[in-house]
Nanobody, 115 residues
Framework: QAQLVESGGGLVQPGGSLRLSCAASRSIFTGYLMGWYRQAPGKQREFVARISSGGTTNYADSVKGRFTISRDNAKNTVNLEMNSLKLEDTAVYYC?????????WGQGTQVTVSS
């Protein structure tokens, strides 16, 4: 059964750090483009970061220099290290796995940045 399960969300103060993880079933990890997206209240879901099966990464301008995406091909996981968090990073963060023919989403994990 294909699935993505996110973990690691929570409440953090501005300037703090969090690490999100996404565990993927093997059938939707190998060869897939893995990414993180987020959706804040009242806003559309937006791209945050992605990493190819070969390790090439891309980031949204709003998180460049603060967030780092990585993947562990042995464990079928993709991680998002988030540093220097800002109030505007508050959102539900979703993991995505996709190819040209397939597209999967996780259930999301809440990240709240608040003082």
């Amino acid at each position: 059964q294909a699935q993505l399960v996110e973990s690691g969300g929570g409440l953090v103060q501005p300037g703090g750090s969090l690490r999100l993880s996404c565990a993927a079933s093997r059938s939707i990890f190998t060869g897939y483009l893995m990414g993180w997206y987020r959706q804040a209240p009242g806003k559309q879901r937006e791209f945050v970061a992605r990493i190819s099966s070969g390790g090439t990464t891309n980031y949204a301008d709003s998180v460049k220099g603060r967030f780092t995406i990585s993947r562990d091909n042995a464990k079928n996981t993709v991680n998002l290290e988030m540093n220097s968090l800002k109030l505007e990073d508050t959102a539900v963060y979703y993991c995505r796995a996709n190819t040209a023919l397939s597209n999967y989403w996780g259930q999301g994990t809440q990240v709240t940045v608040s003082s």
